[in-house]
């Protein structure tokens, strides 16, 4: 890998010298705004062929499966495996990565908290969304640091104004669901706004043939939003947001293999306000600039009993981020195109572990600058280098530095096809958490290190069918011990290896049938212990069926089959079998009016994403929809 990289790296080196000397005319063409990855530029609409394997999800696909949260989202897209555990949280696994190795972003605004460096899949909620990106492997150096296991990038809703969307549903067990977004403005601004309230009293769960509500598992959630768009000018746009999540909730106990904890979490919010503009850079590019700030106010409670009737501690964390971050882009000639980008961010903790506990501080602050330089050769044949440096300050001890480079070479024999190689080095910095916690820290923490190989191809034309074949090694990677408390202690192994491949395809019969299938293999190896990597199911096969009928009618079922993984528990090999679950939404239409009923875990199905937690059993759902007004 490391021969193949040096040349790799060198013909791209080549490739941009020679471009720079490179004098080409300007020709002068009908120029309109597109999107590229990271960024709108004004330029001829291009294929948008990301450098890395990507899959995106758009609004319509949301739309027919009437999913609640970004966790449902995720569980059916390929290369990834969404798991519920020890804190009743929903975290992702990016091509056998853990949720901490990876980027949730929303408009281009990470999230996360800064003390445990991961985000709950449930707290993003799916009326707010527009399309998710899944970026795996190679991903662009101008996302910033710790993107070692992917990402996830989320954009958001931006309706036409005047427009107003009403949603409510109920399921068993007192589950109720309101939501309301509406966009008022003109041609110089646009307010958007919502509101969603979420509510249960637990979830049901089929635990050794028997189903029943599941103890401490209910949960209560409001969510408002804010969004003002001003254009000063045509090609100018200043962004003002605001964002509030107010939830409470109790975390089911293990039924098996940990010590039974009772904890419940009174007070879960998250403030996030952030403002930014859009504008174009010099003749042909685009500047974005945005910055932000997040703050975690979070309450948890242990109890003896399981009547959370007698309790033992309270523990307080008061989390926060400023963060700023800048993206540009512009093109050199006609076959050369530079982007660069800077991000910093700093994190502050303040957390108190019980009444009787001294309060602890913790802060650090990530830059991050890159340079990613695309290069045409040909019509058929293009060349991509890019490199990042990532560095860490923390409050006290050392700054740390790593230097990430990216390379790829992309072949387009047709303008339906796309074939790509791509290597690239990425690292991650370890959470304050895994270095500082009392329960599990270790200050002696490396930096992983990680790259990536992958080969891959994209066919769209009148059917897609996209395929990687990819692997991926890893030093110093931080994994986590899982002790019988239900607590995590932290250190780093030798060597990982991943390697695997991703089929995916899909087909469209005209405006009445939509099929498309997606399979991940994936082969991991925690080198230092000679074992698979935790929570990793081997293969899994994902899909989505939409039926279009006369009359308004849509059916849209989708599922995932995924076969066995395992875990270490105090040093003993728990396997977690494997399962298939199917889903089901039927919807008619009434013009703006919708009804739907949906169907979760049709076949009622006892599965497990890790031992000691039971997933939901079969879940009936009723609802309305009121969409008045257009999207853009």
Known sequence: MRKLSAVLFTLIALTILLSSQEEEKKKDRDKKPVITEEITVTAPEPQDRPLASTTVIPQSSLKAMNTKNLSEILSFASGTYVSTGTKGEAHIKIRGFDTDKSTLMVDGIPIYDPYFNTYDLKSITSEEIESVKIVKGSSSVLYGANTL?????????????????????????????????GAYGNDRFVFLGSVLRDKSDGSRVKLNGETG???????????????????????????????????????????????????????????????????????KGTLKVRTYYLKYDNTLENYKDPALTKLTWTSLYRNS???????????????????????????????????TSPWEYYEQTTFSAGLEDRFRITEKWSLIGGINIDTLDKKEGKTKSTVNPIGGIKFNPTPFTDIHLTYSRKSRFPSMKSLYSTSGGNPDLKDERGQTMEVGF??????????????????????????????????????????????EAGKRWWSLLDLSLRYTFL????????????????????????????????????????????????????????YTIANLSIEKSFGPLSLYVKG???????YFTEPGYPMASRRIEGGIRIDLGGTR
Do not use: C
Not at 331 to 351: T, Y
Not at 459 to 472: E, P, Q, V
Not at 524 to 531: A, Q, Y
């Open 458 to 503: 994209l066919y769209n034309k009148d059917f897609t069918l996209s395929g990687a074949l990819f692997i991926t090694e890893v030093d110093d990677l931080i994994y986590t011990v899982r002790l019988p408390t239900g607590y995590k202690s932290y250190k780093n192994i030798g060597e990982s290896r991943t390697k695997g491949f991703e089929l």
């Open 600 to 606: 979760e875990n049709l076949f009622d199905k006892e």
């Open 523 to 578: 082969d991991t190896r925690n080198k230092d212990e000679d074992r698979r990597l935790e929570l990793v199911p081997e293969s899994q096969l994902n899909w989505t069926v939409g039926l279009s009928l006369p009359s308004e009618v849509r059916i849209f079922t989708w599922g995932v089959a995924a076969s066995s993984s395992e875990i270490m528990i105090s040093d003993k090999l728990i396997s977690v079998p494997g």
């Open 149 to 181: 296991g992917g990402i996830v990038d989320v954009l958001t809703r931006r309706p036409n104004p005047p427009s107003l969307s009403l949603k409510a549903s109920l399921s068993r067990d007192s589950t109720s669901f309101l939501s309301a977004t």
């Open 321 to 355: 981020t400023w963060g700023a971050f800048l993206l540009g882009s512009h093109p050199l000639g006609n076959r050369q195109e530079i982007n660069f980008s800077f991000n910093a961010k700093r994190d502050k903790v303040e957390q108190q572990g019980s009444a």
């Open 213 to 283: 509500l599941l103890p401490n598992s209910q949960w209560e959630k409001t969510n408002l939003t804010g969004k003002l768009y001003i254009y000063p000018g045509r090609e100018t746009e200043v962004l003002l947001q605001a964002s509030y999540l107010d939830s409470e909730y109790n975390v089911p106990a293990a039924t098996a293999y940990y010590s039974p904890r009772y904890w419940k979490f009174p007070e879960w919010k998250r403030l996030s306000l952030g403002g930014g503009i859009t504008t174009p850079l010099l003749s």
